[in-house]
């Protein structure tokens, strides 16, 4: 029986539409993350860190019912393993980020082993970004989020452009938003919402940052670990009133 001929990169290119050729998961350094889709909708979802299980639940159940392509972090911890050292991964989006994610949770690292990790997080950062980031006006990338005591939309108020505090006395519930024209939209919601569009002059390698830098809409969702029907009622208001 004659064998059939591969595939050449020009096909595989002019069919990726297929599901068979999407990839179902799409990792760099330390990070692998499984990829949801659903319909072809712009909107793009992440869940980055591994301990905060409500945001992962709720999230796979959103992609249930709603269109878009969801990124889920696989592993079950908030950091990342890269090259032995420890990494906060919503720190690995720029290399200034990285050194100060590196450092403090390795303090007795060395500037070789620190290096060694910038070298393998450079070799698919920018890939994975590619992935992540939405069309470029058109498309929205939606972080979901679990925060604990230590954090809430008060330590953001401060260095935001606009607050919106419907909901002063439930702190830890959130939308920061880094596109004027969402953040018109989220003022309106029952929730708390912030603006943070300037490109900020302190580069902390997260998401948010890389996203007002580059001009991109980006939306993070911040509930308190273990609240799901407020992160699903919220995760629902914001796909339901966002264009």
């Known amino acids: 029986m004659k064998r059939p001929a591969a595939w050449s990169r020009r096909e595989l290119l002019a069919f990726g539409w297929l599901p068979f050729f999407r990839p179902k998961h799409i990792a760099v350094a330390g990070a692998r993350f499984r990829i949801l889709r659903n319909g072809r909708s712009t909107r793009h979802y992440?869940?980055?860190?591994?301990?905060?299980?409500?945001?992962?639940?709720?999230?796979?159940?959103?992609?249930?019912?709603?269109?878009?392509i969801a990124f889920l972090v696989e592993n079950q911890t908030r950091n990342l393993m890269v090259e032995g050292l420890q990494l906060d991964p919503n720190r690995m989006f720029s290399r200034v980020g990285t050194e100060i994610s590196l450092k403090g949770l390795n303090p007795d690292s060395t500037p070789e082993q620190r290096e060694a990790a910038q070298r393998t997080l450079d070799r698919g950062r920018e890939h994975l970004l590619s992935a992540f980031l939405p069309p470029p006006m058109r498309g929205v990338l939606i972080a979901v989020?679990?925060?604990?005591?230590?954090?809430?939309?008060?330590?953001e108020t401060p260095i935001s452009d606009a607050a919106s505090l419907r909901e002063a006395g439930n702190p830890h519930a959130f939308f920061l938003c880094t596109d004027p024209m969402d953040f018109a939209v989220l003022s309106q919601s029952p929730y708390n919402a912030v603006l943070q569009q300037k490109k900020p002059e302190e580069d902390d390698g997260s998401l948010s940052r890389l996203a007002a830098r580059r001009s991109i809409r980006y939306v993070n969702l911040e509930v308190r670990l273990g609240n799901k029907d407020r992160q699903t009622e919220m995760l629902r208001w914001l796909d339901w009133n966002l264009p």
Do not use: C, F, P
Not at 59 to 68: K, Y
């Open 46 to 68: 992440l869940h980055i860190h591994g301990n905060e299980d409500t945001a992962r639940e709720v999230l796979e159940r959103h992609m249930e019912t709603h269109e878009g």
């Open 145 to 155: 989020h679990n925060n604990s005591e230590q954090y809430s939309v008060m330590d």
